[in-house]
């Protein structure tokens, strides 16, 4: 029995290239919907053609409501919805997952990439593991290897394939549109996008071979943001603290323990911004 796990964001999909393309309610939100389906559907169809026996899509974007469910390939099943424990690669933790798909990632904060981020869309210009620059990519690779489980998929822009090779060398990757500027690329049409992908996941179905879990800590994680008192409210978690003007550092035994304080200052931090000035 093989199981995938597809972790599906918004911002590296087919065609999306603007805010207003990821923004729940935006007009061009509800058209860019099809083609983030298009693309998570191509991946599951890719699986199920490499032999995979069950695929789980655990939505991850914004509001974790944009997928059509109506429209995804009906062999695989959708985990929609917010608060979940591990966030964007919720499920990875009960045991039975072979394989992991970032299907629609990004590049980092602070990077060059089609809306480029790290969790929150501004506020925060970069976050750092024990001094690498880290994308959401690399987080949850880190999340995923504590559990024996490898990344075997990659999509998004070029910028973000590139990125994937550091923390999953030998995972399969496409590249749905090329970075021309944090809001503009060079797009594939959706019917190429699928095809590559679907093909790309036909041949990523092998490496889903669970191995014994990686644990990497104690692991030092900073986290810069755009303003001085974005710094200051983060502090109000425990155990995060200054390491510069507009810097915070903690330190975490593992993964699963450091992604955990990382959702909880980013939603302190969140909470802090203002309207105009942020």
Same mark, same amino acid.
């Given at each position: 029995?093989?199981?995938? #796990?597809?972790s ?5 999909? *087919? ?16 058209? +860019?919907r ?13 699986f ?9 899509? !655990? ?6 409501? !944009? #997928?059509l ?8 099943e959708m ?5 979940? *424990? ?5 499920g ?8 992991v798909a ?12 089609? #809306? ?5 869309? !501004?506020s925060?210009?970069g ?12 987080? !949850?690779?880190?999340v ?5 489980v ?9 910028? *973000? +394939? ?24 060079? +797009?594939?049409t959706?019917?190429r ?13 092998p #490496? ?12 030092t994680?900073?986290?810069?943001f ?9 502090? +109000? ?6 390491s ?11 993964m ?23």
């Open positions: 029995m093989v199981k995938i #796990l597809i599906a964001d918004m911002e590296g999909a *087919t065609g999306v290239t603007w805010p207003g393309d990821v923004l729940p309610g935006a007009p061009q939100w509800e058209r +860019c099809h083609l983030f389906t298009s693309d998570v559907s191509a991946a599951i169809a890719g199920f053609d490499g032999g995979a026996d069950e695929v789980l899509v !655990n939505e991850a974007h914004w509001s974790m409501r !944009n #997928l469910l109506e429209k995804l390939d009906e062999r695989a985990l929609t919805g917010k608060h979940k *424990t591990l966030s964007m690669v919720e990875v933790q009960h045991g039975d997952v072979d394989g970032f299907v629609g990632y990004h590049a980092a904060a602070g990077a060059e990439g089609v #809306l480029a981020h790290t969790y929150l869309a !501004n925060l210009t976050v750092w593991v024990d001094g690498a620059r880290a994308s959401e990519g690399l987080l !949850n690779s880190l995923v290897a504590e559990y024996g490898p990344v075997v998929l990659v999509t998004g822009d070029d910028r *973000t +394939c590139e990125d994937a090779k550091g923390y999953a060398p030998a995972a399969r990757s496409v590249a749905v549109k090329d970075y021309v500027s944090r809001y503009a690329a060079v +797009c594939r959706p019917a996008t699928a095809a590559e992908i679907r093909a790309a996941a036909r041949e990523a179905v #490496l889903a071979v669970r191995h014994e879990p990686v644990r990497r800590g104690p692991l994680m900073e986290l810069e755009d303003a001085e008192h974005l710094a200051g409210a983060a502090t +109000c978690v425990p155990g995060v603290e200054r510069g003007e507009r810097r915070v550092a903690y330190t975490t035994p593992t699963y323990e450091g992604i955990r304080c990382f959702k909880a200052v980013t939603t302190v931090v969140s909470a802090a911004v203002e309207e105009e000035y942020g």
